[in-house]
């Protein structure tokens, strides 16, 4: 099989190192906008070669690891690869990526959330191990031939990563409570705490809690603010949500009331069951 990665970040480069020790692939080839990525990711031996645009349909699948409003452009100008063609789209929500699908991509393409990633980006930040063990997400499959969706299906698997099948609807819901709140309050965390305290306080006062709260703030704010648009409805509702429990944690604190205080931080470490 040959492979194409479209975007060469952490994403589709540790992507690229997988598919390079992949059995089932002879040749992984990549192309970003970004040159200097380009070039970084032909150093680092993410990718074997590069390949421009046009060069796209001499491929078997075509992965497109970018931030999703720059999915909803590409898949425009990939209408007329051949139809032998699987497309894999990495993107991180689904509804506003589907209403954009050309009517004759639709049966190749397939959409997969990989729910994985680190707070770093670019080519540098990416590793090998990255898929090993995690979940990622296959939305609508029903709406993809079978031949592209067991095709995939095997890719993803071969990389180490376990399958989940979801509607998109349900999808953009659940990540944007599990995945894209979390992502909104660390950076709210983080603004907030360099607004009221200075560099030398945060450097000598920051353990492991700040530290731990705030290390996703780093993450990339091009691919970030492009999922906070596409997912805006669910993200907002979940902001809402909590924003009533931390009223909830507030009106304890200002009654004093212990008692309820620490039975609702009890019911929280049970978390760690799930986890």
Known sequence: ?????????????????????????????????NKEHEKQALELGLIHELISFKELSKCDVIFIAIPVNAI?????????IPKNTTII?????KE???????????????????????????????????????VCVI???EKALVSHRQRAIEILSHIGM??????????DHHTAIISHLPHAISFALANFVMKEENKKN?????????RGMSRIAKSSPDMWTSIFEQNKENLLNSIE???QELSYCKQMIEKNDLKALGKWMKKANSLRDIL
Do not use: W
């Not at 009517?103 to 090998?128: R, Y």
């Not at 945060?202 to 700040?210: C, K």
């Open 89 to 93: 789209e990495l993107g991180s929500t």
């Open 72 to 80: 909803i452009t590409v898949l425009q100008k990939l209408e007329k």
């Open 1 to 33: 099989m040959k492979i194409a990665i479209i975007g060469l970040g952490l994403i589709g480069g540790s992507l690229g190192l997988c598919l390079k020790e992949n059995k089932l692939v002879s040749t992984v080839y990549g192309y970003d906008l």
């Open 241 to 243: 949500l909590f924003e």
């Open 202 to 210: 945060i450097v000598h006062l920051a353990g492991g809690s700040f």
């Open 139 to 141: 939305c609508d499959s």
């Open 96 to 134: 506003q990526i589907i209403k954009s699908i050309p009517k004759n991509l639709k049966s190749q393409l397939i959409l997969a959330h990989p729910m994985c990633g680190t707070e770093n980006s670019g080519p540098k930040a990416a590793f090998k191990e990255l898929y090993k063990d995690g």
């Open 162 to 171: 376990r399958i989940v099948f979801m509607n998109s609807k349900a999808h």
